[in-house]
């Protein structure tokens, strides 16, 4: 129904009108991206003296400062001359000048791809990353400007001012914005698609739906994004959030130094080990309970190995400090019954890389059990009884038939385990352990340090920041590297 | 399936015996903090735990109930966070849901990528936190304690397929062609076949709520909006640097808050999701099949 009329395709596309716009748009393109190259000036220091005199600046560190400045680069100025009041709203421009740039370059690779192999909605693909690059460049633009007005306010005098750059790409975006929403109207009529405006005239009630949820991951997830800024200062009370000295990648270095090596281990490793045990351990006793015949034991059995899955982890605190406690506790109570010494489990790390695992899989083992087991029950009892007839025994059975056929659930657990394997189970490792420090050299994960970070030490934010973002950067890494390697073996099991 | 081979009796003494070990393993340290908590605290101090209780007291809950006011607090707080999460979160979990199921909907693709993206990539914990505690300033208000979990991709996307599970094309088509729009569609059409997808997708987020400690610990500023699990983690926490404190400096630990009492504190707070559980289980195993076979 969608597919473009080659007819009418072809009458509009040979018109010269619509050729020589093509060519404007591109080089629309062309030019924002070069004005993009760090040498053109965006940011200018006119009144240099005045400027750094107010910015309370050493001549040591005037030295190293230069009047032009990039949008890229107007960051190692604020970090330079420790202005972090410009931090955050430059690094905001930083985000958006580099999605413009990503963006202009999608819609060229676009072009240039949809030549080669003619599709219906080449084009409209095209255009649509054209637009939202020129938006983002319009945008980056008229930010450099609104900072420019801010800086001179805030330090009340014309300071600065903006190059050529900035004001060439307001004009530049904004004809190459009209243009191709022009191209893209006729093309529009070509594929018979609708644009942002008839879908909302027709199905505003959806977008009305829409709203809550909008709101809700703007606050919870998106919003909070561009708080990973954090992790590029160094938070201090008398500035406070967003005007924190500027410090680069300090944060980080320090981690690398410190903190990285071992967290990244422990997360990786923990993480392993209970995707490892835990599906094996969940397999076996699926298929065991797939096994009992009596649908009453069945039933009673299943309840009961999944129920600690319903029990917070407070409860689980509980529970481990009772039975692990020095004087009190039930496995020490044991001990010392049995005439030994007592053990001081909460002073001794070696024990809790097993305790910890032990109780994962105690909370968890039901639930991954209900997976496999309903993919065991939706195999065909025929199997089973071709395989009876064959003389298959009950152990040749489960080899043959219910392990291969199970094989497709648990890659799909597999890969779902793989791409949260930055992520810890904070809830479980903080319950367990605590504030315990003797501890943490074993059971710290990236979750938990933030966490403590957070709670207990607000001048390291900057740190637990970087730590978070490292653990979120290298998660997506992982994920997106798993995601390849599916596409290129089993295109059907792919995540996006 | 009846026994007819021989080979096969070893398998099922297995079978028998290790499922049986597993279970008592999962149930056992429920049983051992119902009759922990019923148990003498004398007797704990001094022969440990066991089964069944000994020399059988109540007397830990009525030292609970005796200055009730923090308890009950905490479970009117739960109960209040748990309601106003399930229901709000279940109508626009739901509304989404239904949005991102309509195939004639251009940004269907956008839109549930934009949701699944939150699972892949995050600002963390502390851009997160500062979102709540310093730009909305909500830190001390309830609504810091409930809002954050109102929706979840992953109960978005159930609740996805609860809908193109249960409202056949065919149905919504022939209402469009009968002049419904998405709003009759929504309430007269989808919402009355849900039921089994509201259950679930309100289970999961009435457990969540439930069980939560962690949004309480960061956004109170008073013990008034503690949670209940919280309340207890607080209980225990104190009771736990006490001891430790007590081993240090060698202090008499019989004064402090007793074992018994702790005991008692989490059969209060674990105790309705153990009662419900029974009845509600397959909802959760419905909800976890579908979420993660097709998810």
């Known amino acids: 129904m969608t597919s473009p009329n080659p007819m009418t395709r072809q009458a509009l596309s040979k018109s010269a009108d619509s050729r020589k716009k093509l060519i404007v748009l591109g080089l629309c393109a062309a030019l924002i991206l070069i004005l993009f190259v760090p040498i053109f000036p965006w940011f200018q220091v006119v009144d240099q003296d005045a400027l750094y005199g107010a910015m309370g600046l050493k001549a040591s560190v005037v030295k190293k400062l230069t009047p032009d400045h990039s949008v890229l680069t107007f960051l190692s100025f604020v970090e330079t001359s420790k202005q972090g009041v410009l931090g955050f709203w430059a690094f905001l421009l930083l985000i958006v000048s580099a999605a413009a740039i990503a963006l202009c370059l999608l819609s060229v690779f676009t072009y240039v791809r949809r030549r080669r192999v003619p599709e219906g909605k080449g084009m ?137 090596l071992h967290l990244t281990q422990n997360t990786i490793l923990y993480n392993i080990v209970f995707i490892v045990v835990g599906n094996v351990l969940q397999i076996f006793f699926a298929i065991l309970i797939s096994h009992v015949t009596n649908k009453r034991l069945r039933k009673i059995s299943q309840t009961m190995i999944f129920m600690p899955y319903f029990v917070s982890y407070v409860i689980l605190r509980v529970l481990v400090f009772n039975m692990f406690e020095y004087e009190v506790g039930l496995v020490n109570n044991f001990v010392t019954s049995l005439g030994m010494q007592r053990i001081d489990f909460y002073n001794t790390p070696g024990y809790w890389p097993w305790l910890i695992t032990l109780f994962y899989l105690w909370k968890n083992i039901g639930y991954g059990m209900v997976v496999y087991l309903a993919t065991i029950t939706g195999i065909s009892t025929e199997y089973y009884e071709a395989a009876q007839i064959d003389g298959a025994n009950i152990y040749q059975q489960i080899r043959y038939i219910t392990i291969p056929l199970l094989k497709p659930t648990f890659i799909i657990l597999l890969l779902y385990a793989l791409g949260g394997i930055m992520k810890g189970q904070f809830e479980l490792f903080y319950q367990l352990v605590g504030n315990n420090g003797t501890l943490f050299n074993v059971t710290d994960i990236f979750d938990t340090y933030v966490y403590r970070i957070t709670t207990t030490q607000p001048l390291s934010m900057g740190l637990g920041t970087a730590a978070g973002l490292f653990q979120s950067l290298f998660g997506l890494l992982v994920i997106i590297i798993t995601n390849m390697c599916i596409k290129h073996k089993n295109p059907e099991y792919a995540l996006f | 399936m009846k026994i007819k081979d021989r080979s096969t009796i070893p398998f099922h003494i297995v079978k028998g015996v290790l499922l049986t070990l597993l279970s008592i393993i999962c149930v056992l340290p429920f049983i051992v903090i119902i009759s922990g908590s019923l148990t003498d605290n004398y007797t704990i101090l001094k022969e440990g735990f066991s089964l069944f209780p000994r020399n059988t007291t109540i007397e830990a809950y009525r030292t609970i109930f005796r200055s009730p006011e923090g308890i ?136 969540g709520y439930w069980n939560d400690w962690y949004r309480a610990s960061m956004f109170s500023t008073s013990s008034e909006t503690w949670s209940l699990q919280f309340y207890l983690y607080d209980m225990v926490n104190s009771t736990m640097a006490m001891r430790q404190m007590a081993q240090n400096v060698s202090l008499n630990t019989a004064d402090l808050p007793t074992q018994t009492v702790k005991l008692a504190m989490a059969v209060v707070a674990t105790g309705p999701v153990l009662l419900f559980y029974p009845f509600v289980q397959r909802y959760f195993v419905s909800g976890i099949t579908i979420g993660a076979v097709k998810g």
């Open chain 2, 72 to 207: 009950i607090q905490a479970y009117k707080m739960n109960f209040y966070y748990t309601f106003m999460g399930t229901a709000l979160g279940l109508l626009v979990i739901t509304l989404t849901a239904y949005v991102i199921s309509r195939k004639d909907f251009k940004y269907r693709n956008t839109v549930s990528f934009l949701i699944y993206f939150t699972t892949i990539f995050g600002g963390g914990m502390i851009p997160w936190y500062m979102m709540y505690a310093n730009v909305l300033n909500l830190r001390g208000s309830t609504l810091a304690i409930w809002f954050p979990a109102l929706m979840s991709p992953f109960l978005v996307i159930l609740m996805r397929t609860f809908i193109t599970g249960s409202v056949p094309d065919a149905v919504v088509e022939s209402a469009k062609i009968d002049g419904a729009g998405h709003w009759t569609i929504f309430w007269k059409i989808v919402l009355p076949v849900l039921g089994p997808g509201l259950a679930t997708v309100g289970l999961f987020q009435a457990l």
């Open chain 1, 124 to 260: 409209l693909r095209v255009y649509s990353f054209f637009q939202k690059g020129m938006l983002l460049s319009f945008l980056s633009a008229a930010g450099t400007m609104g900072l420019i007005l801010f800086a001179n306010g805030h330090y009340g005098l014309r300071g600065f001012m903006p190059g050529f750059a900035p004001i060439l790409t307001l004009a530049v975006s904004l004809v190459g914005y009209g243009i191709s929403k022009r191209l893209e109207k006729t093309e529009r009529i070509v594929c018979r698609e609708h644009g942002f405006v008839e879908e909302f005239r027709r199905n505003w009630v959806l977008f009305l739906f829409l709203v809550p949820c909008f709101v809700f991951f703007l606050i919870n997830n998106y919003l909070p994004m561009a708080g990973v800024y954090f992790a590029f200062t160094q938070f201090n009370f008398r500035d406070h959030l967003f005007a924190s000295p500027f410090v680069g990648f300090k944060n980080f270095e320090f981690l690398v130094r410190s903190e990285i």
